[in-house]
């Protein structure tokens, strides 16, 4: 993060209508973020205490992500991460906090009392391009790890991480408030998976909880990401909007992709079409587009299942949704599409 985007991050939180809000920062202008939960005010009341609680996503910050050899297949981003390791992201998370601290939502910029200012990492899938070890071995081997059962088998036989938590999966009949996955989460923050009809076709759920400052219960607001797309149609996402908003939960943000992906010639995501389906049934405040960049294939399974990208438009999914349903009520519903640069912020308001 430049000095001028910690400028524009400090004057964000610094006016006058500012209260502590999530943040996304892009680390490799794709899928890889660094999500920063405001703590409870009586957390951040605390001397020396963070006015975030960070946690890293699916980092893949250097190289190119591969199955085990690059003559199988091998992806590359389109330019290089902005954040490109652990180190980088602890100055990140040194800015925010700064920031956070001249806006006053902190007495002071905090001293580290711990082996990192990551507070945790989060692995939502187990595909080289979302789990890569060379990125993940950047990151202090004392942050906690929470993982699908996929990704946690893969990281276990590396030996590297000391704390890594199984986060699972919402099943039919139960309620999202049990599946905290433990120690290494505040009891404020919770986060699993949404399985879909298949395994690139899921959601995750990242759920914050607070008390509004005008006093009053919880207040719970969602985070869905979900890079490759999820059925609307499917028993989990069904479930848990029906119970969210039965606990006065709202969605703050999807995270999802606008581009088509193919494997011979079959759509392996869902695209614009899928991502404008989830805003008609989640109805989140804002669409950050994530997993979106043109990636770069190579090898021979690459070329033989023919797997390729294909950039759309949100206007373009706009046309296509008006000429299959029809526009609603005679308005074209268009979502407040976010998209946040490589190594920016953005402030979830």
């Not at 009392?113 to 990151?139: C, K, M, Q, W």
């Not at 986060?191 to 395994?199: K, Q």
């Not at 950039?311 to 308005?331: F, W």
């Amino acid at each position: 993060m430049s000095q001028s985007r910690g400028d524009s991050l400090r004057t964000q939180l610094a006016s006058p209508n500012s209260k502590p809000r999530p943040l996304l920062t892009s680390l490799n202008g794709d899928n890889a973020w660094l999500i920063s939960f405001p703590r409870p005010a009586f957390e951040r009341a605390r001397s020396s205490s963070k006015a975030y609680f960070h946690i890293v996503s699916d980092p893949w910050l250097t190289g190119h992500a591969n199955a085990g050899a690059d003559w199988i297949i091998s992806i590359r981003a389109p330019a290089p991460a902005a954040i490109p390791s652990g180190a980088a992201v602890e100055v990140v998370i040194g800015e925010i906090e700064d920031a956070a601290a001249s806006a006053g939502l902190i007495s002071a910029p905090p001293t580290t009392t711990g082996p990192s200012a990551v507070d945790a990492i989060f692995l939502n899938f187990h595909y080289s391009d979302h789990l890569d070890e060379a990125t993940l071995r950047t990151f202090h081997p004392k942050v906690p790890v929470f993982a699908t059962a996929e990704s946690a088998a893969i990281i276990r036989r590396w030996g590297y991480f000391s704390h890594v938590t199984e986060t699972r999966d919402l099943k039919p009949g139960a309620k999202w408030s049990s599946l905290h996955p433990g120690i290494g989460l505040p009891e404020w923050l919770t986060v699993f998976r949404l399985p879909g009809h298949h395994e690139l076709n899921f959601a995750t759920a990242i759920i914050y909880s607070s008390v509004p400052s005008e006093g009053g219960g919880e207040k719970h607001e969602a985070l869905l990401y979900s890079p490759h797309g999820i059925r609307t149609d499917q028993a989990p996402l069904k479930a848990l909007l029906e119970d969210f908003a039965g606990d006065g939960g709202s969605v703050l943000a999807i995270l999802h992709a606008l581009k088509d992906s193919f494997a011979m010639g079959r759509a392996t995501t869902l695209g614009v079409a899928g991502g404008l389906a989830l805003q008609r049934v989640a109805r989140p405040k804002y669409w950050v587009k994530s997993h979106d960049a043109p990636l770069l294939y190579g090898g021979v399974a690459a070329w033989l299942l023919w797997i390729n990208d294909v950039a759309r438009t949100l206007g373009s999914g706009l046309d296509e949704e008006e000429r299959v349903k029809g526009a609603e009520d005679g308005e074209r519903m268009e979502p407040c599409l976010v998209e946040v640069d490589n190594g920016d912020c953005f402030v979830l308001e």
